[in-house]
């Protein structure tokens, strides 16, 4: 089973940078076999939105974006660690959520956004 644990959360000020890092693990279903990995968030009376994916699999290094973050922040891997990071800038009070990793096994659920594999989240709160 594929463990994903995020850290690199805390408090910031607007126009500040974080960046987030996600460890995936596992032996019963093999890293390697990881199709896409991704960042999700949610703010406390919102739907959760799709912030960053990145295709590990096929399609290797493709990524995509959300339009709120897009040119804000960057999503890449670091196969070697097993590891995804979010380095993201020019923070905005309307960043403030609670971010999740996510991932997926199948190549289509990923071009859907449709993750099934969830971290436990990091909060990232960003003040005025």
């Known amino acids: 089973q594929v463990q994903l644990v995020e850290s690199g959360g805390g408090s910031v000020q607007a126009g500040g940078s974080l960046r987030l890092s996600c460890a995936a693990s596992?032996?019963?279903?093999?890293?390697?076999?990881?199709?896409?990995m991704g960042w999700f968030r949610q703010a406390p009376g919102k739907e959760r939105e799709a912030v960053a994916a990145?295709?590990?699999?096929?399609?290797?290094?493709?990524?995509h974006y959300g339009d709120s973050v897009k040119g804000r922040f960057t999503i890449s891997q670091d196969n070697v660690k097993s590891k995804v990071y979010l380095q993201m800038n020019s923070l905005k009070p309307e960043d403030t959520a609670m971010y999740y990793c996510?991932?997926?096994?199948?190549?289509?659920?990923?071009?859907?956004?449709?993750?099934?594999?969830w971290g436990q989240g990091t909060q990232v709160t960003v003040s005025s």
């Open positions: 996510a991932a997926d096994l199948d190549f289509r659920s990923c071009t859907r956004w449709n993750y099934k594999l």
């Open positions: 990145i295709f590990i699999g096929a399609g290797a290094g493709s990524t």
């Open positions: 596992g032996y019963a279903y093999s890293v390697d076999s990881l199709e896409c």
